[in-house]
């Protein structure tokens, strides 16, 4: 982490991207933002982390057997964190997977300013250090209430954390929120949480290459969705125009950020998102009543409990694109269902072969599709 007192870092031609968003100040005012959680006692507490560390070790085997993948030796044990500590480690990921495209955001500004002054007859004038401050700290502001938000809904995650080591965290809070507000047995819905997110975790360490793709997606769809700094203002008035629909649910964010260009490699990426959380709903479920004897029980009042957010929650999971990740778990699941039907487990992870095995846009709502063109 870097020193928030310091300037915005620099080069010999200017700040670079790491200038726009202040991630300490982000990550630090989100904390500060964020609620506790559950009222509990220390034992409690203490009880649930426990818990937790060992859901994780046992949900190793289940999930191996049941992908048919193997989470590698010596792979880092999972982490389990209070809500600030999910925000830091997210707003590091996150400044670290955006630089590059920040990078390119500046860099973009700087030709744009150049050519202006250049026709004017003037030199190009920099940003001061006081005034690259001011900006980045304003942006770190909204950056903080995202995360304070998201920060109080994720129960697991596995951190790619493009700047270092990727690693599996439970925000421990938020499972105990969730298992309270559903009535469930708590040991079985942490193991089946851990479940779930074990299941990213091999999919992650057990396919080499799925990590450094994903990354490389995503940065490089964020750099074309950024716009050129000569048409930022039309831009901002086309999605002043159409965030009435996406509160009304009427249409999805990404029909509003993107052009028809980047929709359809935003498309791409989505497939493969709903691949991988389809794919650990299933391994979820499929590990079945003998290791987690209320499986059925807790998928039924989960599943009503996605369905449920109303008010300011589904306002904000509409502009934070959250209900489209919703959508991702039920035609994921669907999909990884399909195939495995038709070809078996061993046949369904010809899906991790290679990016040109991933399925399509189209095969996700067709698994025949993906059946006839990887299968033959």
């Given amino acids: 982490m870097t020193d928030s007192s310091a300037p915005p870092a620099e080069t010999s031609t200017g700040?670079?991207?790491?200038?726009?968003?202040?991630?300490?100040?982000?990550?630090?005012?989100?904390?500060?933002?964020?609620?506790?959680?559950?009222?509990?006692?220390?034992?409690?507490?203490?009880?649930?982390v426990t818990e937790l560390r060992s859901a994780a070790d046992r949900a190793i085997d289940p999930v191996a057997t049941t992908a048919q993948l193997q989470t590698p030796p010596g792979t880092p044990p999972a982490l389990v964190v209070d809500r600030p500590g999910w925000i830091r480690a997210n707003a590091a990921s996150m400044g670290a997977m955006?630089?590059?495209?920040?990078?390119?955001?500046?860099?973009?500004?700087?030709?744009?300013?150049?050519?202006?002054?250049?026709?004017k007859g003037r030199e190009l004038q920099e940003l001061g250090p006081t005034a690259q401050k001011v900006g980045s700290t304003i942006t770190g502001t909204e950056v903080a209430g995202m995360l304070s938000w998201l920060s109080t809904k994720v129960l697991g995650q596995y951190d790619l954390a493009?700047?270092?080591?990727?690693?599996?965290?439970?925000?421990?809070?938020?499972?105990?929120?969730?298992?309270?507000?559903?009535?469930?047995?708590?040991?079985?819905?942490?193991l089946w949480v851990a479940m779930h997110e074990e299941t990213h975790r091999v999919q992650f360490t057990a396919v080499p290459w799925l990590r450094e793709f994903i990354i490389g997606r995503a940065r490089s769809i964020g750099t074309e969705i950024m716009p050129e700094p000569d048409t930022m203002g039309e831009r901002l008035r086309e999605i002043a125009t159409e965030l009435p629909g996406v509160l009304r649910g009427e249409t999805d964010i990404t029909q509003v950020l993107a052009t028809p260009e980047q929709r359809e490699r935003l498309a791409e990426v989505t497939a493969v998102m709903s691949l991988l959380e389809?794919?650990?709903?299933?391994?979820?479920?499929?590990?079945?009543?003998?290791?987690?004897?209320?499986?059925?029980?807790?998928?039924?009042?989960?599943?009503?409990?996605?369905?449920?957010?109303?008010?300011?929650?589904?306002?904000?999971?509409?502009?934070?694109g959250m209900e489209a990740k919703m959508r991702q778990y039920r035609d994921g699941a669907i999909f990884v269902r399909a195939v495995m039907d038709q070809v078996g487990v061993e046949g369904f992870n010809r899906v991790w072969e290679s990016p040109e095995t991933l399925p399509l846009p189209t095969e996700i709502a067709d698994p025949q599709a993906w059946v006839a063109r990887v299968h033959g």
């Fill in 162 to 190: 493009p700047q270092g080591n990727p690693r599996l965290m439970f925000v421990a809070p938020n499972i105990l929120a969730a298992e309270r507000e559903l009535d469930v047995d708590p040991s079985d819905f942490r």
């Fill in 98 to 119: 955006l630089e590059p495209v920040l990078d390119e955001v500046v860099e973009r500004r700087r030709t744009a300013d150049r050519a202006r002054a250049e026709a």
């Fill in 15 to 48: 700040p670079t991207g790491s200038a726009l968003v202040d991630w300490d100040f982000a990550a630090a005012a989100a904390s500060r933002l964020v609620p506790p959680g559950p009222r509990t006692g220390r034992g409690e507490i203490e009880g649930i």
């Fill in 278 to 320: 389809g794919h650990a709903d299933v391994v979820m479920d499929e590990v079945g009543p003998s290791v987690i004897p209320t499986v059925a029980t807790i998928r039924k009042r989960f599943t009503e409990r996605r369905k449920g957010a109303g008010g300011i929650d589904k306002i904000l999971r509409r502009l934070l």
